[in-house]
């Protein structure tokens, strides 16, 4: 199966999840099943599955058929190149090809000038009159690609200029572009470019990420501390005909390849094979010059045989607008579809269905507990019915006084249950001074400041290491905190539950110390910023303030979804004791009633029992519905409906009643 048909299917199991989540809150609501805990999931489980992207990077040096290899997978249904892909440098800037309902399908591109001021790219998303915008007709392939065509223009700048805008260096001459007789020096004309277009495998969440050579990968921190690193495949381009030059051996290990990555989710695409097919050679012979090229390529970059991938983009391409097979399957395009298909959508969706799982389990957990608080209500009050039977009526006035009896105390008792409250907030607030902006912002002003000392930068490699074992201690003491919590929690539900018949669990703990495995990642994606070969870029103002930007962008991102994690956590704790104390006063409600209903009838007694039995049958129906509709979000088996689900046991203990 092919890249685009994975990702149709991933599409429509997540479109046909978010209905069956929508039903399922609906029904939830209908039965008062909601409270905030619950809530909260659904919406987090919805945006999770609606908001969830595929980023797949494309990343080569110039000239080596990237853009013409973006419109042989993805375009090819438009009869016509979109990416510019003529001769020569095409996509001069990193440019993002996604959608977005909320904006019209156009082009956003970010002068080139904005690199001369500090802010990094996640800011300037921020400011959309800042970028220059070009509306676009999805349903015109002429007028698209012309104005796609924008991503390769140029301006003429001089050296200095070059130099200011990080085009130019001083210390490695035989990297910087070629200088006209006029002494003018060809830059991109725009920074970053956004294409915002309806396509279907866009709509779907794919997110293409098509960056240009080195020069701008090196310029743009953010690109590789967070937009590459984030990618979910990166597909690294090669000539055929050169294979793994010096330049691209500079890009795959200096941005694209650290110690300790998964080399899983990286392909590298052999592209041009058609400039190896030869009429004086036979196809044999071409094959077996294709085949040491991978072999050695795969040797170079440290990767399997398997995950270098020869390829004709521009003969695949072809192939599809002219349906011919043949030159399909000569291409080898097929090829690198299955590998992106069942590679990066296979594993995508592994990790996206077993998220869901665990939050659809944890849901039904919830539900379900509410249930059987009302369930467990249900037979203390068929316990003192059935005790009522033959019985006078001072037995039932006396019934009667030892019920208010209990329910005054049962109000009186909420000083304990403050208690309990208070403690787990105290505790709480720990958890998030340690994981807020304003500890993050403090963590990182001695980096900042190491960054912006003018000159050469000989103690910014030691500051970042220092930076780093701090956070990694933050997150630590947080991990430990959040044990006490949940230690505590579980401590004071146990005695609730003996003291007032509760059935309160603590929730999951949220596991902390896995976004230590996050912050390792970043350490190690801006190492490849503080050798020895970058002494004289770090010298620049400019530059480092870009790179602490954009520490702190992807560094605030890591923070923000560990604090979710503490709120959802805290939230499933309160709403249960918030649940259970609101049953129980309905418990009150309902025993009350029934006795005040005995005393004006004597047919009362019966037709309660009756309508108990009815309710649990009821509450029976609910539990076996609530796993239908959670079976089905996860496709697991149903659980067996028994044919008449057992009655509450009437000689269980009163555990309320024990409390008075």
């Known amino acids: 199966m092919s890249f685009n048909e994975q990702f149709d299917q991933h599409g429509a199991w997540r479109r046909q999840f978010a209905l069956r989540l929508k039903l399922l809150a609906e029904w939830m609501k209908d039965h008062d099943l909601l409270d905030a805990a619950v809530e909260e999931r659904l919406r987090q489980l919805e945006s999770q599955v609606r908001s969830d992207k595929v980023m797949v990077a494309f990343v080569a040096e110039f000239s080596r058929g990237k853009s013409e290899l973006i419109n042989a997978i993805f375009f090819a249904g438009y009869g016509r190149r979109i990416m510019p892909a003529s001769a020569g440098r095409t996509t001069m800037c990193p440019t993002e090809l996604g ?3 909320d904006v019209p399908p156009c082009l956003r591109l970010l002068p080139i000038e904005t690199r001369l001021q500090t802010q990094a790219l996640m800011e300037w998303r921020m400011v959309p009159e800042k970028w220059t915008r070009v509306d676009l007709d999805v349903n015109d392939p002429k007028q698209l690609a012309q104005a796609l065509e924008k991503v390769a223009e140029i301006r003429r700048v001089s050296k200095d200029e070059a130099r200011a805008l990080g085009f130019w260096h001083d210390e490695s001459p035989d990297d910087n572009p070629r200088v006209d007789a006029d002494g003018m020096i060809e830059v991109p004309r725009w920074r970053h470019a956004l294409i915002n277009i309806a396509h279907p495998l866009l709509k779907q969440g794919l997110v293409i990420l098509d960056t240009p050579g080195l020069n701008a990968i090196g310029a743009e921190p953010e690109l590789t501390v967070s937009l590459i690193p984030q990618a979910h495949a990166v597909v690294f381009i090669l000539a055929a005909d050169t294979g793994v030059t010096k330049s691209d051996l500079t890009i795959w290990r200096e941005h694209l390849i650290t110690e300790g990555d998964n080399t899983e989710a990286r392909l590298v695409v052999l592209n041009k094979i058609d400039t190896m097919w030869d009429a004086l050679s036979t196809p044999v012979q071409v094959q077996a010059q294709i085949n040491r090229q991978r072999v050695t390529s795969a040797e170079i970059l440290g990767l399997p045989e398997s995950q270098v991938i020869p390829v004709s983009a521009q003969k695949g391409l072809v192939a599809k607008v002219n349906r011919d097979d043949a030159l399909l399957q000569a291409s080898c395009l097929p090829a690198l579809e299955l590998a ?11 990790i996206l269905r077993s998220a869901v799982a665990g939050g659809i389990a944890e849901l039904r957990t919830e539900a379900g507990r509410v249930i059987h608080i009302r369930r467990r209500d249900l037979a203390e009050q068929m316990v003192e019915l059935r005790g009522l039977r033959g019985k006078n009526v001072t037995v039932i006035r006396h019934m009667r006084s030892r019920i208010e009896q209990e329910q005054g105390e049962f109000d009186t008792s909420g000083a304990k249950i403050q208690a309990v409250r208070s403690v787990h907030l105290k505790l709480l607030r720990e958890m998030f001074n340690l994981l807020g902006t304003s500890t993050l912002k403090a963590e990182l002003a001695q980096l900042t400041d190491a960054l ?5 930068k000989l103690g910014v490699k030691k500051a970042y290491g220092q930076t780093f074992a701090r956070l990694r201690e933050g997150l630590q003491k947080a991990a430990t905190t959040s044990g006490e919590i949940q230690s505590m929690l579980t401590a004071s539900f146990r005695q609730l539950n003996a003291e007032f018949g509760f059935s309160l669990q603590a929730p999951t703990e949220p596991e902390l110390i896995n976004y ?3 912050l390792e990642q970043i350490e190690r994606s801006h190492l490849q910023y503080l050798g020895v070969a970058n002494v004289l870029k770090l010298a620049q103002p400019e530059f480092t303030e870009r790179l602490a930007r954009a520490l702190a962008t992807r560094l605030r991102v890591v923070y923000e979804s560990a604090l979710n994690e503490v709120e959802l956590w805290n939230k499933s704790a309160a709403s249960q004791l918030d649940a259970q104390l609101r049953e129980r006063r309905r418990n009150f409600g309902r025993r009350l009633e029934a006795i ?4 004006q009838a004597a047919s009362g007694l019966d037709e309660r029992i009756s309508e108990i039995g009815d309710q649990e049958n009821v509450l029976n129906e609910l539990d076996h519905k609530l796993a239908e509709l959670t079976s089905h979000l996860v496709g697991a088996p ?5 044919a008449q689900e057992p009655q509450l046991d009437a000689t ?5 009643s024990q409390v008075a």
């Open 452 to 456: 912006k000392q003018p000159g050469i």
């Open 638 to 642: 149903l659980p067996q409906k028994k």
């Open 516 to 518: 230590a495995n996050d």
């Open 652 to 656: 269980e203990p009163m555990a309320l």
């Open 596 to 599: 005040e209903r005995i005393q």
């Open 99 to 101: 959608y977005d309902a």
């Open 340 to 350: 992106l298909g069942q590679g990066v959508m296979g594993q995508r969706q592994k």
